[in-house]
């Protein structure tokens, strides 16, 4: 079992930056694969991003490849999202998401999830 906790969301002008940040409960955050997903406004969740559970491995949305880098703390029990040059269509709630060991881009693999932080570009 493993709590998750979201926060480092906020507004920021299209091309600026945020770095997310989710912190785990638990002495077991080095065994899990951690995922990052967005859900905007009238939209289905999607993936964004996920690392494996020894952050030698990562995948990355077509959407976001480029400007967005996932990296994990396993000392920290933390992993990160750091957003550079957000686009209005970046806006959404992010969620972080925890797995055993693999990395995934399906939801349905994950059985942990945060509650959200907004993220908010603007144009």
């Known amino acids: 079992q493993v709590q998750l906790v979201e926060s480092g969301g906020g507004l920021v002008q299209a091309g600026g930056s945020l770095r997310l940040s989710c912190a785990a409960s638990g002495r077991t955050f080095s065994s899990y694969a951690m995922g990052w997903f967005r859900q905007a406004p009238g939209k289905e969740r999607e993936f964004v991003t996920t690392?494996?559970?020894?952050?030698?491995?990562?995948v990355y949305a077509d959407s976001v490849k480029g400007r967005f880098t996932i990296s994990r703390d396993n000392d920290k029990n933390t992993v990160y999202l750091q957003m550079n040059s957000l686009k209005p269509e970046d806006t959404a709630v992010y969620y972080c998401?925890?797995?055993?060991?693999?990395?995934?881009?399906?939801?349905?693999?994950?059985?942990?999830w945060g509650q959200g932080t907004q993220v908010t570009v603007s144009s």
């Open positions: 690392i494996n559970w020894t952050g030698g491995n990562t």
């Open positions: 998401a925890a797995r055993y060991y693999y990395d995934s881009a399906d939801e349905k693999n994950y059985p942990y």
